[in-house]
């Protein structure tokens, strides 16, 4: 276990915020950085934000150069993480399918498909025959939306979420990492234009860098520093049923009919909603969005029909207008933050946090993530992932 | 779900109703002699407060209309309802219930990850 001390009087880094991102950022910057004065500030436990809610759907098949890079720098990170943190991720590459049901649909992913395979990755177009191979359960043509073909991805997977956080968290605290939980960070303190630390519930706390890393928290701390982000905090919601022997050994999304499913080791169906249509920070969301998604998955999977619901929960995500990440300095010298990975950030810890850590560290981000910069929503060079994002937004 | 009270047709489920996002933000004057980054303010920044947040909707499934509603985002208990016509209530009729802004509130959040 990793320990859990009293804040001392100041760090080098702060982290805000204990989840994945956070803990890994942590992590690089005592691994590959050489700075270990770091606290990581968590207000609750760790991992217990949205690295705890999410439906751990790891893939990078994102359209642009820029996503590509930076969501595969992570899936890389990924194959080798539960040996380099010496702790069991419980990473299971068993494929990431995209379903198209439209012709629409066909011509935006076999184009996704062929900016993919320039970029390197290892999307493939599936016809419904191979999806049938893949996953007999399916009902590929007695429904609205027929099933026309597929992205599948086969080094996609799914990671165990709570493993991310811990492993993070014991290899940062061995090389002198202080992990605070419990600790809730009130406001951001600078003086003209240069952080100096945060007011949090154990007291002020002094630092050289305070990085951010809250998601759907991350505007309001920024507000307390007097800095705007451009985003928007909503529910995200999920949901697993009771457990079953297994019958889905891929993860199936579907952005057109809004449903995404795969099966846990333990056996449950791992499901994700949508967001609530309504900026909120109440961590439950609407019925009615886990009543559409549910209708969309028995119907492209009627045997799922009689099953039962174990749990639902929500987290609040941050929304950024382009549905890609920010993180960048901004202009209050010493801050910096990692945000606006909206409803699909987990698949992208190790990579966000190890380009994060470079950020902080160096001052100037690395080349993975130099496009994700706040300037984008003035300069408009935006990162438009609407189209690869999974949950619409 | 919350329930919306909408001034036309009276209470319905907030899934009769669209988000329309932050309300009262105007289009600036002049375009034009704005630079790059004020633009990027008025297009891609928007408030997200958590607490008292002033926000527009439209009962899509209903009468059409679009008002404005105050709402706390801590808790999505709405505050008040008023007409595209009437004026922006001051904040200071409102009780803000978070002792910090990204604190949870005593009942409502939904958050049990946090020791209230």
């Given at each position: 276990m990793w320990e859990s001390p009293e804040p001392k009087k100041g760090y080098d880094v702060i982290i805000v915020g204990g989840g994945g991102h956070g803990l890994g950022t942590a992590y690089y910057l005592a691994k590959e950085h050489g700075i270990k004065n770091i606290a990581v500030i968590e207000k609750g436990w760790l991992g217990g934000g949205n690295t705890g809610r999410n439906t751990t759907i790891i893939r990078s098949n994102y359209l642009w150069n820029e996503s590509a890079n930076l969501y595969d720098h992570s899936v890389k990170l990924w194959e080798n993480l539960s040996e380099e943190l010496n702790f069991n991720m419980m990473f299971s590459q068993r494929g990431v399918m995209n379903l198209a049901h439209n012709e629409h649909d066909i011509k935006e992913m076999k184009r996704r498909i062929s900016a993919n395979r320039l970029n390197g990755l290892d999307t493939q177009w599936v016809d419904t025959k191979q999806i049938k191979e893949l996953v007999p359960i399916m009902n590929t043509e007695n429904l609205r939306y027929p099933v026309l073909g597929a992205a599948f991805q086969p080094r996609g997977g799914v990671a165990r979420h709570d493993a991310v956080a811990w492993g993070y968290a014991l290899r940062s605290n061995e090389m002198g990492v202080d992990i605070i939980q419990n600790c809730e960070v009130k406001d951001i303190k600078t003086d003209n234009h240069k952080v100096e630390g945060v007011n949090t519930s154990k007291g002020f706390i002094r630092a050289n860098k305070v990085a951010v890393v809250a998601s759907g928290h991350t505007s309001v701390l920024a507000q307390t520093a007097g800095v705007r982000l451009p985003l928007q905090s909503r529910p995200l919601q999920a949901l697993v049923s009771e457990p079953i022997k297994p019958v889905i050994n891929t993860v199936v999304m579907s952005n057109a009919v809004h449903a995404y499913v795969s099966q846990s080791d333990k056996g449950e169906l791992v499901i994700g909603a949508g967001t609530d249509g309504y900026n909120s920070f109440t961590q439950r969301g609407g019925y009615d969005v886990i009543e559409e998604t549910v209708r969309a998955i028995v119907e492209l999977?009627?045997?799922?029909?009689?099953m039962k619901m174990l749990r639902q929960w929500g987290g609040i995500v941050d929304i950024c207008p382009d549905a890609s990440p920010i993180i960048s300095k901004c202009e209050v010298k010493g801050l910096y933050f990692n945000c606006g990975w909206g409803t699909g950030g987990f698949k992208a810890t190790p990579g966000s946090a190890n380009v994060f850590a470079h950020t902080v560290a160096k001052d100037e981000p690395h080349k993975i993530n130099e496009?994700?910069?706040?300037e984008r929503f003035s300069n408009g060079r935006l990162i438009d992932e609407h189209g690869a994002a999974a949950v619409a937004h | 779900m919350i329930l919306i009270n909408c001034p036309y047709c009276g209470e319905r489920e907030q899934s009769e109703f669209t988000n329309g996002g932050e309300a009262h933000v105007i289009r600036p004057?002049?375009?034009?002699?704005?630079?790059d980054k004020d633009w990027g303010q008025y297009v891609f920044y928007r408030s997200n407060p958590k607490g008292i947040f002033y926000e527009r909707w439209v009962h899509s499934h209903g009468c059409r209309k679009w008002f404005n509603a105050v709402r706390d985002t801590s808790t999505d208990t709405i505050l008040k309802i008023y007409k595209l016509t009437d004026n922006k209530p001051d904040i200071s009729e409102f009780q803000n219930t978070?002792?910090?802004?990204?604190g949870e509130p005593a009942v409502g959040s939904g958050n049990f990850a946090v020791k209230k």
């Open positions: 999977y009627p045997i799922f029909g009689k496009a994700f910069n706040l | 004057k002049d375009p034009d002699a704005l630079n978070l002792e910090s802004p990204s």
